[in-house]
Protein backbone atom coordinates (compact mmCIF):
# COMPACT_ATOMS: atom_id res chain seq x y z
CA UNK A 1 0.00 0.00 0.00
CA UNK A 2 1.40 3.38 -0.99
CA UNK A 3 2.01 6.09 1.75
CA UNK A 4 -0.13 9.15 1.97
CA UNK A 5 1.71 12.32 0.78
CA UNK A 6 3.80 13.69 3.56
CA UNK A 7 1.43 17.19 2.85
CA UNK A 8 -1.81 17.09 0.82
CA UNK A 9 -3.84 20.59 1.27
CA UNK A 10 -7.24 20.87 0.17
CA UNK A 11 -8.95 23.79 -1.24
CA UNK A 12 -6.90 26.25 1.57
CA UNK A 13 -7.23 29.57 2.13
CA UNK A 14 -6.10 32.22 4.22
CA UNK A 15 -7.87 35.34 5.26
CA UNK A 16 -6.10 38.52 7.35
CA UNK A 17 -8.06 41.40 8.83
CA UNK A 18 -6.42 44.82 8.47
CA UNK A 19 -8.23 47.30 9.85
CA UNK A 20 -11.30 47.48 8.10
CA UNK A 21 -9.74 45.41 5.11
CA UNK A 22 -9.78 41.54 3.95
CA UNK A 23 -7.06 40.51 2.83
CA UNK A 24 -6.24 37.21 0.94
CA UNK A 25 -2.89 35.86 1.71
CA UNK A 26 -3.51 32.06 0.14
CA UNK A 27 -6.85 30.98 -2.45
CA UNK A 28 -7.98 28.26 -3.14
CA UNK A 29 -4.54 25.91 -3.16
CA UNK A 30 -4.63 22.34 -4.01
CA UNK A 31 -1.11 20.55 -3.40
CA UNK A 32 0.03 17.22 -2.72
CA UNK A 33 3.68 16.82 -1.74
CA UNK A 34 5.50 13.21 -1.55
CA UNK A 35 7.85 11.98 0.93
CA UNK A 36 11.57 12.81 -0.39
CA UNK A 37 10.79 15.69 -2.42
CA UNK A 38 13.16 19.07 -2.86
CA UNK A 39 10.77 21.28 -3.96
CA UNK A 40 10.31 25.02 -4.03
CA UNK A 41 6.75 27.66 -3.42
CA UNK A 42 8.68 30.42 -5.04
CA UNK A 43 7.12 33.76 -6.26
CA UNK A 44 7.41 37.54 -5.50
CA UNK A 45 7.19 39.02 -2.38
CA UNK A 46 3.39 38.62 -1.28
CA UNK A 47 2.54 36.03 -3.28
CA UNK A 48 1.66 33.99 -0.44
CA UNK A 49 4.53 31.53 -0.36
CA UNK A 50 5.36 32.26 3.35
CA UNK A 51 1.75 31.92 4.47
CA UNK A 52 1.91 28.57 2.90
CA UNK A 53 4.84 27.34 4.34
CA UNK A 54 3.27 28.26 7.98
CA UNK A 55 0.19 26.32 7.41
CA UNK A 56 2.41 23.22 6.11
CA UNK A 57 4.43 23.83 9.58
CA UNK A 58 0.93 24.14 11.75
CA UNK A 59 1.96 27.65 12.64
CA UNK A 60 -0.67 29.15 11.12
CA UNK A 61 -4.64 27.46 10.20
CA UNK A 62 -6.23 27.72 7.37
CA UNK A 63 -9.72 30.24 6.87
CA UNK A 64 -10.62 27.39 5.29
CA UNK A 65 -9.92 24.24 3.64
CA UNK A 66 -7.77 21.04 5.05
CA UNK A 67 -4.04 20.62 5.75
CA UNK A 68 -3.22 17.01 5.70
CA UNK A 69 -0.35 15.74 7.73
CA UNK A 70 1.33 12.20 7.04
CA UNK A 71 -2.45 10.89 6.23
CA UNK A 72 -3.80 12.88 9.22
CA UNK A 73 -6.35 15.60 8.94
CA UNK A 74 -4.59 18.79 11.55
CA UNK A 75 -7.44 21.53 10.51
CA UNK A 76 -10.02 20.48 13.46
CA UNK A 77 -6.98 20.07 15.74
CA UNK A 78 -6.07 23.72 17.89
CA UNK A 79 -2.64 24.91 17.42
CA UNK A 80 -1.96 24.38 20.69
CA UNK A 81 -2.77 20.98 20.06
CA UNK A 82 -0.80 20.85 17.33
CA UNK A 83 2.48 22.08 19.32
CA UNK A 84 3.96 18.65 19.99
CA UNK A 85 4.12 17.69 16.28
CA UNK A 86 5.67 20.82 15.48
CA UNK A 87 8.37 20.53 17.88
CA UNK A 88 9.45 16.86 17.35
CA UNK A 89 8.59 16.00 13.48
CA UNK A 90 9.27 19.46 12.06
CA UNK A 91 12.38 20.95 10.95
CA UNK A 92 12.83 24.91 10.72
CA UNK A 93 15.34 27.24 8.90
CA UNK A 94 14.62 30.71 8.87
CA UNK A 95 16.00 33.57 6.59
CA UNK A 96 17.11 35.43 10.51
CA UNK A 97 18.14 32.26 12.09
CA UNK A 98 16.07 32.90 14.88
CA UNK A 99 19.08 31.71 17.48
CA UNK A 100 18.80 32.55 21.46
CA UNK A 101 21.61 34.87 21.66
CA UNK A 102 22.03 33.51 25.42
CA UNK A 103 23.25 30.20 23.99
CA UNK A 104 26.61 28.61 22.56
CA UNK A 105 26.11 26.97 19.28
CA UNK A 106 26.09 23.67 21.07
CA UNK A 107 22.98 25.02 23.42
CA UNK A 108 21.02 26.05 20.90
CA UNK A 109 21.13 23.09 18.54
CA UNK A 110 20.22 21.12 21.59
CA UNK A 111 17.31 23.17 22.53
CA UNK A 112 14.31 21.57 20.91
CA UNK A 113 15.79 17.81 22.43
CA UNK A 114 15.85 19.31 26.11
CA UNK A 115 11.81 20.48 24.91
CA UNK A 116 11.50 16.85 23.76
CA UNK A 117 12.65 15.01 26.87
CA UNK A 118 15.17 13.64 25.18
CA UNK A 119 18.05 12.15 27.64
CA UNK A 120 21.28 13.84 28.40
CA UNK A 121 23.41 11.28 26.24
CA UNK A 122 21.31 10.87 23.65
CA UNK A 123 21.05 14.58 23.24
CA UNK A 124 25.32 14.95 23.28
CA UNK A 125 24.85 12.32 20.49
CA UNK A 126 22.81 13.96 18.39
CA UNK A 127 24.35 17.39 18.68
CA UNK A 128 27.74 16.18 18.18
CA UNK A 129 26.58 14.59 14.83
CA UNK A 130 24.66 17.31 13.49
CA UNK A 131 27.58 20.02 14.38
CA UNK A 132 29.96 17.60 12.44
CA UNK A 133 26.89 17.51 9.57
CA UNK A 134 27.45 21.22 9.06
CA UNK A 135 30.72 21.28 9.73
CA UNK A 136 30.66 23.39 13.08
CA UNK A 137 32.69 21.30 15.54
CA UNK A 138 35.24 23.74 16.39
CA UNK A 139 32.50 26.34 17.10
CA UNK A 140 30.54 24.52 19.69
CA UNK A 141 31.14 27.29 22.80
CA UNK A 142 30.77 30.16 20.49
CA UNK A 143 27.81 32.57 20.87
CA UNK A 144 25.73 33.87 17.76
CA UNK A 145 27.61 37.01 17.94
CA UNK A 146 30.48 35.62 17.64
CA UNK A 147 29.85 33.90 14.46
CA UNK A 148 29.40 34.75 10.82
CA UNK A 149 25.77 35.00 9.02
CA UNK A 150 26.75 31.83 7.41
CA UNK A 151 27.74 29.88 10.53
CA UNK A 152 24.77 31.33 11.95
CA UNK A 153 22.82 29.60 9.07
CA UNK A 154 24.91 26.35 9.60
CA UNK A 155 23.78 26.30 13.86
CA UNK A 156 19.91 26.99 12.50
CA UNK A 157 20.38 23.69 9.99
CA UNK A 158 21.77 21.79 12.64
CA UNK A 159 19.09 22.45 15.15
CA UNK A 160 16.26 21.31 12.69
CA UNK A 161 18.07 18.12 11.85
CA UNK A 162 19.07 17.46 15.29
CA UNK A 163 15.53 16.40 16.03
CA UNK A 164 16.04 13.47 12.96
CA UNK A 165 12.88 14.94 11.13
CA UNK A 166 11.14 13.80 8.13
CA UNK A 167 9.95 17.03 6.97
CA UNK A 168 11.95 20.54 6.83
CA UNK A 169 10.88 23.40 5.78
CA UNK A 170 13.01 26.68 5.22
CA UNK A 171 11.61 30.26 4.68
CA UNK A 172 13.83 31.80 2.25
CA UNK A 173 17.25 30.56 4.04
CA UNK A 174 19.44 32.39 1.60
CA UNK A 175 18.10 35.58 1.97
CA UNK A 176 20.29 37.33 4.52
CA UNK A 177 23.85 35.73 3.19
CA UNK A 178 26.14 36.75 0.59
CA UNK A 179 26.04 34.69 -2.62
CA UNK A 180 29.40 32.51 -2.27
CA UNK A 181 27.69 32.23 1.60
CA UNK A 182 24.14 31.30 0.13
CA UNK A 183 25.71 28.83 -2.83
CA UNK A 184 27.68 26.78 0.28
CA UNK A 185 24.30 26.72 2.62
CA UNK A 186 22.15 25.05 -0.36
CA UNK A 187 25.14 23.28 -1.26
CA UNK A 188 24.93 22.10 2.53
CA UNK A 189 21.04 21.39 1.73
CA UNK A 190 21.39 19.95 -1.00
CA UNK A 191 24.21 16.85 0.17
CA UNK A 192 21.83 16.84 2.99
CA UNK A 193 18.74 16.02 1.61
CA UNK A 194 19.96 13.11 -0.78
CA UNK A 195 22.08 11.59 2.30
CA UNK A 196 19.46 11.63 4.79
CA UNK A 197 16.33 11.39 2.21
CA UNK A 198 14.26 14.59 4.26
CA UNK A 199 11.78 15.89 2.56
CA UNK A 200 12.68 19.66 2.19
CA UNK A 201 10.51 22.65 1.27
CA UNK A 202 11.47 26.41 0.76
CA UNK A 203 9.69 29.26 0.49
CA UNK A 204 11.97 31.40 -1.98
CA UNK A 205 12.56 33.76 -4.93
CA UNK A 206 16.35 33.67 -5.05
CA UNK A 207 16.95 31.73 -8.46
CA UNK A 208 19.46 29.80 -7.39
CA UNK A 209 17.44 27.92 -5.06
CA UNK A 210 14.07 27.36 -7.90
CA UNK A 211 17.17 26.25 -10.09
CA UNK A 212 17.44 23.11 -7.52
CA UNK A 213 14.09 22.50 -6.76
CA UNK A 214 13.27 19.31 -8.37
CA UNK A 215 9.56 20.90 -8.53
CA UNK A 216 8.58 24.32 -8.40
CA UNK A 217 5.36 25.26 -7.43
CA UNK A 218 4.95 29.33 -8.72
CA UNK A 219 2.53 31.37 -6.83
CA UNK A 220 0.54 34.70 -7.32
CA UNK A 221 -1.86 36.42 -5.77
CA UNK A 222 -2.07 33.63 -3.57
CA UNK A 223 -2.85 31.11 -6.12
CA UNK A 224 -0.79 28.35 -8.03
CA UNK A 225 -0.20 29.87 -11.19
CA UNK A 226 2.16 27.18 -12.62
CA UNK A 227 3.59 23.96 -11.23
CA UNK A 228 7.35 22.70 -12.77
CA UNK A 229 8.52 19.20 -12.74
CA UNK A 230 12.53 18.52 -13.56
Sequence with gaps: ??????????????????????????????????????????????????TLLNMMGLIDKPTSGKVWLDGE??????LNN?????????GYIFQTFNLIPVLSVYENIEFPLILSGV???????????????VGLQ?????????????????????????KN????????PTANLDSATG??????????????????IFSSHDPRIIAKGKRVVYLRDGTIEAVEDK
Design 73 to 78: DTTPRS
Design 138 to 162: NRKKHRPRELSGGQCQRVSIARAIV
Design 119 to 133: SREERRKRVDDAMEK
Design 1 to 50: MSLPPVIRMDNVSRHYSLGKTDVTAVNNVDLNIQNGEFLVLAGPSGSGKT
Design 183 to 200: LEILGLIQRLHEDEGITF
Design 165 to 172: PGLILADE
Design 82 to 90: LTAYRRDKI
